[in-house]
């Protein structure tokens, strides 16, 4: 299992008229947290697009516990609990003051945009995945 935590500090934008950061912003909180877990894998989106991987989302899942407001120092913790094959899966937490407020998940699917299908993942990401899944 390999996971990467996220600051992030809720912007006025994302929230709607009662103060109130609005759902969809999650989304966009697991895109930068799934994000900066593969950089911190020394992996970016950049160089995998630039060889012709993309990696569409196929399933998202978003509970909600508790509100985030403007302002809110916020942590989201990035897992991915299992070797990716054809598709990957990051498991999301939004943590404020210590609690889970939200739990995400989402599914991509390795892509390579020249044969228009599905593909394996890039052999640098496996490599830099292995050492948090070879069993002792």
């Known amino acids: 299992m390999y996971s990467h935590a996220t600051q992030i500090k809720v912007r006025y934008g994302e929230t709607d008229k009662m103060g109130v950061v609005y759902h969809s912003h999650y989304i966009e909180y697991y895109e930068v947290a799934r994000t900066e877990c593969m950089r911190s894998l020394g992996f970016t ?62 599914e991509l699917v390795f892509y390579d945009v020249n044969k228009k299908r599905p593909c394996k993942p890039p052999q640098l990401l496996l490599d830099s995945l292995k050492p948090y899944f070879s069993k002792n």
């Open 45 to 106: 989106y950049r160089a995998m697009e630039e060889s012709g991987i993309i990696l569409p989302v196929t399933k998202v899942e978003s509970k909600y516990k508790d509100s985030l407001y403007y302002d809110d120092d916020i942590q989201v913790k990035a897992t991915i609990q299992e070797m990716p094959g054809f598709k990957i899966k990051f498991y999301y937490d939004v943590i404020k003051d210590e609690k889970v407020v939200n739990e995400g998940f989402t």
